[in-house]
């Protein structure tokens, strides 16, 4: 009897240890790689936004080659903040290499229904010289939501008002403004009315910030006192 039980223990410790074991080799999923980063007892869902944003950021800096999965992880779970989350992967991982930027934005614009013109906008501005990726990453992951909406809408649509989105084409090309200083990307049909609806922005890129010289400041010589005469 006491042979039975001690076998039954040792098979008990064993697959024990082999759960252990299958649990420690389990990588992470990139929104537990975020979670890591939020204040004790906080989730992605109840984290404000500053919380969310800087346990995005760690996440990022610890899993650079993650940085897509990261973002549709966040984006999937905050939407809101699609925009931001994009800028914040990108500034994170401290790239402006344009595959990366595709990819992140992609990521982020299949995550959720609705974000692509966020993202589209805060990419643009962190990397304004990646435009061609960008739009492609968009339109392609654009593309698919739009098809899968498609899929899901009744053949007979009675009595449906106009929504923001109505007519949205993702194929349609993104042209670069700069409002007031801001970087974003306006869809090609839309530019007239944003340039008409936001007075200084202009289609085109904007001047990037000039660095402050750093050579020193020559201050002219202070005038002789009158009835003193200047050293020799």
Known sequence: MVVWKRLLFFEAALLCLALASQ?????????????????????????????????????????????????????????EFAGETVATVLRCAGTTDCDYVGAVVAAAVAARAGVAIAVSDAAMARAPNCEESIQKAANA??????????????????????????????????????????????RESQVADFLRTHPGSFSGRCAPTPTPSSSPTVRPAAPAKPGISAPR
Not at 50 to 65: F, G, H, I, Q, Y
Not at 161 to 181: Q, T
């Open 23 to 79: 649990a420690w080799a389990r990588d992470p999923s990139p929104a537990e790689l975020i979670g890591k980063y939020l204040p004790e007892k906080k989730t992605l869902k109840s984290a404000s936004k500053s919380e969310m944003l800087s346990a995005v950021c760690s996440a990022t800096r610890k899993n650079r080659k993650s940085g897509a999965a990261l973002a549709s992880a966040a984006v999937a779970g905050r939407s």
């Open 141 to 186: 992951a654009g593309k698919t939501e739009s098809d899968a909406a498609k899929e899901d809408e009744p053949s007979a649509l009675i009595g449906k008002s106009a929504g923001a989105n109505e007519g949205f084409d993702p194929r349609e090309r993104l042209i670069p403004v700069c409002d007031n200083g801001a970087q974003r990307g306006v």
